[in-house]
């Protein structure tokens, strides 16, 4: 198994005064204990709101306050040797206050002078008060910020507000921010599917054996989501069509999301998104069989026994329908879970489902399969026989290459951005 991501990068966090920032204290304790090495900086708004003693014992770092910013026993500017030691740069809550300066080049507080300073890439959470949110001028001020190279914005997600409004302004989870700076720090900023449509299919499908029971199948959903939400981060529209899933809620935050239980209902759902994708990535593990015929009533233990063996029909093949169905250009990724020889199986599937690229993994083996945060197997396509090992890897590293495999097959989109190469990882340095 490789390394976390965030193991061993040096993160700055930087933290500016909206009530979402009384969030970030857990999430510097979630860095630091996958192994991040964390120095934050507050705001004076936003050290009213949460203590910088806090943020000191969880970073196990001094925490940066506007008033240390010069001092006659510094050789250099806080603010220089803060943005030259930054790896990653996490922003949240990003204030409107702090939006505002940063966006109009202005450096009159420590966090502000050190986002001029800093030449790292940076993931950007805003959180505010919904009006504020609206208001011309931070809106203008967001969309400026979306064109920066090694910026990756968040924006905020609706619910109800400190302020008691109900609407956008909250700060995107934690667990959805740590997320998105793993993937910062394996892919960088780049939205090379900007402008693309992806359907993603994940989790298991559950068909019901009679009204207390079903046959299912261990499938977390997380490799499809991860895929899902690193596409998203990448820039594309992503539909996610979902049975029960065991992952955060908040890994599914900017996505279109359909949650389905039947293979019937997932197989109605990706026909009808199918015309607008210009990729579709099968992750869903389709339970294979379903009762002919529904029963209203539940069977006792014995009629159980007896009725295991009968009155089943195979589930149709979802994935080879949408590959007989597809218009010109689409891109399909299948997956493949096998035990035993995953290499041999995987080849006759590739050739029977006709999708261009098949990663198939074993299910049999620690670190890869159901449920696992990581995995390993082989990317088989687009051409007969051609077959590449992936090494094991986090899912989210893993859903990165093959959204790479499945964006080389894309055709250029008429106004995507020019695609910056990715930005090669700092050698790791001791902390002063
Ligand atoms: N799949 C599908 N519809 C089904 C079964 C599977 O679309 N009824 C898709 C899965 O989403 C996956 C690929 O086909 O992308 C392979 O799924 P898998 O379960 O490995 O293969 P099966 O086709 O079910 O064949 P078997 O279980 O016999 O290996």
Redesign the pocket.
């Known amino acids: 198994m490789s390394p976390d991501p965030l193991a061993g990068r040096r993160v700055l966090v930087g933290i500016s005064g909206s009530i979402a920032a009384v969030k970030l204290p857990l999430l510097v304790s979630a860095l630091v204990q996958r192994g991040a090495s964390v120095r934050c900086v507050l705001t004076a708004s936003a050290a009213r709101l949460v203590s910088a003693e806090a943020l000191a014992c969880l970073s196990r770092q001094p925490c940066h306050l506007d008033a240390d910013q010069w001092s006659p026993q510094a050789a250099r500017p806080l603010h220089v040797e803060l943005a030259e030691w930054a790896e990653l740069v996490l922003l949240a809550p990003l204030s409107a206050t702090s939006l505002g300066r940063w966006v109009h080049g202005l450096g009159d507080t420590l966090l502000a002078s050190t986002l001029l300073a800093c030449e790292a890439p940076m993931l950007a959470a805003a959180a505010m008060n919904t009006a504020m949110w609206s208001s011309p001028g931070v809106r203008a001020n967001w969309q400026s910020l979306q064109g920066w190279q090694r910026v990756l914005p968040i924006g905020p997600s609706q619910g109800l507000l400190a302020c008691d409004r109900l609407g956008d302004g909250r700060m995107a989870e934690p667990e959805l921010l740590l997320l998105a700076l793993e993937s910062l720090a394996l892919w960088g900023w780049r939205r090379d599917w900007q402008g693309l449509n992806l359907v993603v ?1 994940a989790g298991p499908t559950r068909e019901a054996l009679d009204p207390a029971r079903c046959l299912t199948n261990p499938s977390s959903g997380r490799m499809g989501v991860l895929l899902a939400q690193a596409a998203r981060l990448r820039g594309a529209r992503v539909e996610l069509v979902h049975g029960p899933l065991q992952v955060p809620a908040a890994w599914l935050d900017g996505l279109i999301c359909r949650a389905v239980t039947t ?1 019937a209902e997932l197989e109605q759902a990706l026909v009808e998104a199918q015309p607008r994708a210009d990729a579709i990535a ?5 339970a ?1 069989h379903r009762r002919a015929r529904p029963l209203q009533q539940k069977l006792s233990k014995q009629e159980l026994a007896q009725e295991l063996g009968r009155g089943w029909e195979p ?6 329908g949408l590959v007989d169905r597809r218009p010109p250009d689409q891109v399909i990724l ?5 035990s035993g020889d995953v290499l041999t ?1 995987a080849l006759a ?1 590739w050739g029977r ?1 006709g999708c261009d690229l098949l990663f198939a993994n074993p299910i049999d083996e620690p670190g890869a399969g159901f449920a696992a945060a990581s995995n390993r197997g082989w990317l088989l396509g687009p051409s007969p026989g051609e077959r590449h090992e992936l090494e094991s890897q986090s899912k989210l590293a893993l859903a990165h290459r093959l959204l790479s495999a499945l964006r080389q097959r894309i055709r250029p989109p008429a106004d995507a951005p020019p695609c910056p190469p990715a930005p090669a990882p700092a050698p790791a340095a001791a902390d002063p």
Request: charged fraction near 25%.
């Open positions: 299919s293979a099968m992750a869903a593990a389709v294979d589930v149709p093949d979802i994935l080879k299948g997956f493949a879970a096998h199986q599937k489902k």
